[in-house]
Nanobody, 128 residues
Framework: QVQLVESGGGLVQAGGSLRLSCAGSGRSFSASPVGWFRQAPGREREFVATIRWNGSRSSIADSVRGRCTISRDNAKNTVYLQMNSLKPEDTAVYYC?????????????????????WGQGTQVTVSS
C-alpha cells in the first residue's frame, strides 16, 4: 500500500513559479514510477509528467514542456514538479500517482489507468 500527499500548491501570478511535492509512504514508493496529472474545472484529468523509479528518465506533456521539470529524491520518498513561467491555463488541481504493479524499465507511463495509487490533489491557481 502506498499513500501519497501532495503539497506546494497555491495562488501565483502569471509568470511565477511553484514547486509541488508528492510525499509517498510505503516500501514500494521508491521503486515505483510516479506521475503528475492535473484537472481543470470542467475538463478531464490530463497527464503532466512522469518519472521512472530511479529518476533516470522522465516524460513531460507538450503543454508544459520547457516550463516544467520532474525530479525525485528517493531518500526522502518525494517526487517534485517544478513549474516555471506559469500561465492562467495551468490553473488546476494537481495530482500525483504511483504505479506499484510490475513496470517496464523502458516505458514512460502517461495514462491514468496505468497508475495504482493517487493523492488527494493540491490546487494551483494562476492569476493573469
Amino acid at each position: 500500500q502506498v499513500q501519497l500527499v501532495e503539497s506546494g500548491g497555491g495562488l501565483v501570478q502569471a509568470g511565477g513559479s511553484l514547486r509541488l511535492s508528492c510525499a509517498g509512504s510505503g516500501r514500494s514508493f521508491s521503486a515505483s514510477p510516479v506521475g503528475w496529472f492535473r484537472q481543470a474545472p470542467g475538463r478531464e484529468r490530463e497527464f503532466v509528467a512522469t518519472i521512472r523509479w530511479n529518476g533516470s528518465r522522465s516524460s513531460i506533456a507538450d503543454s508544459v514542456r520547457g516550463r516544467c521539470t520532474i525530479s525525485r529524491d528517493n531518500a526522502k520518498n518525494t517526487v517534485y514538479l517544478q513549474m516555471n513561467s506559469l500561465k492562467p491555463e495551468d490553473t488546476a488541481v494537481y495530482y500525483c500517482a504511483a504505479r506499484t504493479r510490475i513496470s517496464s524499465a523502458y516505458y514512460s507511463y502517461r495514462q491514468e489507468h496505468e497508475y495504482d495509487y493517487w493523492g488527494q490533489g493540491t490546487q494551483v491557481t494562476v492569476s493573469s
